[in-house]
């Protein structure tokens, strides 16, 4: 493949499948640890794309690249994480102030909430709440459909209690 044309299925992706990127960014960090997350997603995808050989769908594609980037820059967080805490001494930046909107609060719940589960539960939660079928995500990660569903059950209902909680305190 050559180089333009790299570059126009970087622009087709992310234009027609860029909520995925988000999903997965908001799903796997918090806070300023997005944007990073999304850099290192968007270069996974522009990476990845030489190996794409049209054999799946390229969401399914995207899926699986974003998915498995995010899983290696969670398990590399510490490093990371101990490299912005020695930069934000040197540089600390302000937050915007205001309050959230309702809904907006009770998305950044669902998101934390979620950000507190394993990786691999992580992946199925934001690849269910993107609508991909069982049999998608099984393949993804190599599981077997009932496993997956069993364990978006287990999820729904452990996240559903957790917002309840959430709710309650606040």
């Known amino acids: 493949m050559n180089s333009p044309e790299q570059h126009q299925l970087f ?22 640890d997005r944007q990073d997350l999304m850099q290192e997603l968007l270069l996974a995808v522009w990476k990845a794309i030489p190996a794409f050989r049209w054999e799946a769908q390229p969401s399914t594609f995207l899926y699986r690249v974003t998915h498995n980037a995010a899983m ?23 937050e915007a102030g205001g309050a959230a909107a309702p809904d907006a609060e009770r998305l950044e719940a669902l998101y934390a909430a979620i950000r507190e589960l394993p990786p691999l539960d992580r992946s199925l939660i934001l690849l269910s709440l993107d609508g991909l079928s069982y049999r998608g995500m099984a ?13 978006l059950t287990r999820l729904r209902q452990k996240l559903a209690i957790t917002l309840k909680e959430t709710c309650h305190e606040t």
């Not at 990660?141 to 364990?151: P, W």
Request: glycine content about 10%.
């Open 139 to 151: 393949a993804l990660h190599g599981l077997s459909e009932g496993n997956v569903g069993a364990r």
């Open 11 to 32: 622009d087709c992706w992310t234009r027609e499948h860029g909520a995925i990127l988000h999903h997965v960014a908001h799903g796997f960090a918090e806070g300023d």
């Open 72 to 94: 290696t820059w969670q398990r590399t967080r510490r490093n990371y994480r101990r490299n912005v805490e020695q930069f934000s001494t040197l540089a600390p930046v302000a």
